[in-house]
Structure formats: C-alpha cells, structure tokens
Nanobody
C-alpha cells in the first residue's frame, strides 16, 4: 500500500513562510512525478507545483517566485517551500505521487491571516 503523508501546515500571517513535507511510504520501486495540489473552500482543486523524476518543475502562475518545490529521492519525500504567503493561499494542501497510479495524501491545512 502506497501512502503519501503530509506535514507542516498551520497558521501564519501574511508575508510569512511555511514548509510542507510529504513522505511516501509503502511498496515503492520508483516514483515518477510528485506534486502539491490545493483546494480552497468553494473552489476546485488546483495543481500548485509539480516535480518530475529528473527534477523538472512546474508551478501555477499565482505562486511563481514565491513557492519552491523540491524532492529527496532517497527519502521518497517532496517539499514545498512557501514564502511571501497571502490570504489567497489559504487552502488544504494535498501531496500527490505518481507511480503508474496517482496516490493522494490526506491533506494539510494552511491558513494565512491578513
């Protein structure tokens, strides 16, 4: 059973920073892409950032220059460094890992106060 587990969410003031972590456990041979989605109340889930097995990254326009995604392949872990946070970044953040099938974590709440 493959299971991504997120950590690092919380409450932060606007302009602050947070780091999210996601460790993928289970029967893993190799992970292709890893990424972070978020879903705010009343909105659709959106892809925030993704990183391929070779390190190629992609970001939604609203976080470019503020968020950085990275991964540690030896630890099957992906990180999301979030700087200059805005109230609009408030959402539940979900980690995802693709190993032929897309696996999802349970989500971690990020709340940015104004």
């Amino acid at each position: 059973q493959v299971q991504p587990v997120e950590s690092g969410g919380g409450l932060v003031q606007a302009g602050g920073s947070l780091r999210l972590s996601c460790a993928v456990s289970g029967s893993i041979f190799s992970i292709n892409a890893m990424g972070w989605y978020r879903q705010a109340p009343g909105k659709q889930r959106e892809l925030v950032a993704a990183i391929g097995s070779g390190g190629r990254t992609d970001y939604v326009d609203s976080v470019k220059g503020r968020f950085t995604i990275s991964r540690d392949n030896a630890k099957n872990t992906v990180y999301l460094h979030m700087n200059s946070l805005k109230p609009a970044d408030t959402a539940v953040y979900y980690c995802t890992a693709v190993l032929g099938y897309q696996y999802w974590g349970q989500g971690t709440q990020v709340t940015v106060s104004s």
